[in-house]
């Protein structure tokens, strides 16, 4: 009777998988794969820990569902699964393509319109790592949230192609996207001197802003929003705007006053007109003051205006970072240097 029990025994113990499948199962695994923390149908696909400025989160291996706060320029440039995208207003330049691929739109204005992420259903949420605390938490609550830089975009790409199983394809945008910024540069050559200046001048409603080539106490190469310009392109800026970046090394611009124009000594003068909140009635108030400007004698006085040699930009590729608006700007230069013809 002893020996009968300790054959049963014996028999329920291999009702399971024996040693050797259950170590195969495990080496199935993905090593960064935690199902103690996640929910079962989250577990069920799989989740692995993601390091971000949020610090250590867990997402899911394969999400299908992607919620963009402000980093849509990264996000669709690794063709992720985006749902929901949430763009500044006036700085709308990817709505028509976000649009053309079924993503929703909901501006971010004062905060987050966390009812139309909520409404999106994510199983992600990919985040600027501008928003403040409570912002964080809010996501957090709706979906597993994770946050990049986006100034910083050289080094936030292939983290985020990292987090997201896309590292081959954040490589292959940073190539494609360095050997565009040297053939422009070559092509700009044709247009521009070698001893050349060119300055970047930023007009909203009554402010005037000069830019700088980059913010000096950034370490990170392109600085800035027109860093591209100088530092990718070649461009010169000249002496009295490296003065007053030296000034000001932790700044990319600095306001300007109408007075001070005619000391701009730039061969070329590029102009970005804005609205400070985006609307058409903010824009049509700094068009207005231009349309004015350009009728006095100090706007007349100016060596680019002079020769010129001045041209309007679009803002909405100017004030946001990213490869897309990267390359919108690079080929706007072009456009625009290209129109007033080569260099004399």
């Known amino acids: 009777m002893l020996l009968l029990l300790v054959l049963l025994l014996a028999a329920c113990g291999n009702g399971s998988s024996d040693p050797a499948q259950a170590s195969a199962k495990a080496a199935d695994k993905p090593a960064a794969v935690s199902e103690t923390s996640a929910a079962p149908e989250a577990a069920a696909a799989g989740t692995k820990k993601v390091q971000n400025v949020l610090g250590e989160i867990e997402i899911p291996l394969e999400p299908k569902r992607i919620v963009s706060v402000n ?5 669709l440039s690794l063709e992720v699964p985006l749902v929901l995208a949430t763009p500044v ?4 330049y990817l709505n028509a393509k976000l649009e053309e691929q079924g993503v929703e739109i909901a501006p971010l204005a004062d905060t ?9 259903q994510p199983d992600l949420i990919v985040a600027s790592s501008q928003l403040d605390e409570a912002a964080y938490a809010q996501l957090q609550k709706i979906a597993p949230t994770i946050a990049f830089s986006r100034s910083g975009w050289r080094d936030s790409l292939p983290e985020l192609g990292a987090a997201l199983g896309l590292e081959d394809r954040a490589a292959a945008v940073l190539g494609e996207h360095e050997k565009r910024i040297a053939a422009a540069r070559k092509e700009i050559e044709a247009y521009i001197g070698s ?9 909203q409603e009554e402010d005037m802003r000069l830019f700088f080539p980059s913010i000096l106490e950034d370490p990170n190469p392109y600085a800035g929003y027109v860093s591209i310009a100088y530092e990718g392109l070649g461009l010169k800026a000249p002496q009295e ?9 932790d700044k990319q611009n600095v306001p300007i006053s109408q007075e001070l124009l005619p000391d701009l000594t730039a061969d070329r003068l590029f102009v970005v007109a804005l609205s400070a909140d985006g609307s058409t009635e903010g824009l049509n108030k700094t068009y207005d003051m231009l349309a004015e400007l350009e009728q006095g004698a100090i706007w007349n006085a100016v060596p680019a205006v002079k020769s010129g040699q001045v041209y309007m930009l679009n803002m909405k590729n100017w004030l946001i970072d990213g490869p897309q608006a990267e390359t919108l700007k690079i080929n706007e230069l072009l456009s625009v240097l290209k129109s007033a013809g080569t260099k004399g």
């Open 71 to 75: 980093l849509e320029d990264m996000l």
């Open 241 to 249: 705007v490296l003065k007053l970046q030296q000034e000001s090394p």
């Open 112 to 120: 987050v319109n966390f009812e139309a992420v909520l409404a999106a």
């Open 89 to 92: 207003a006036r700085q709308d």
């Open 195 to 203: 001893g050349e200046t060119a300055a970047f001048l930023r007009v």
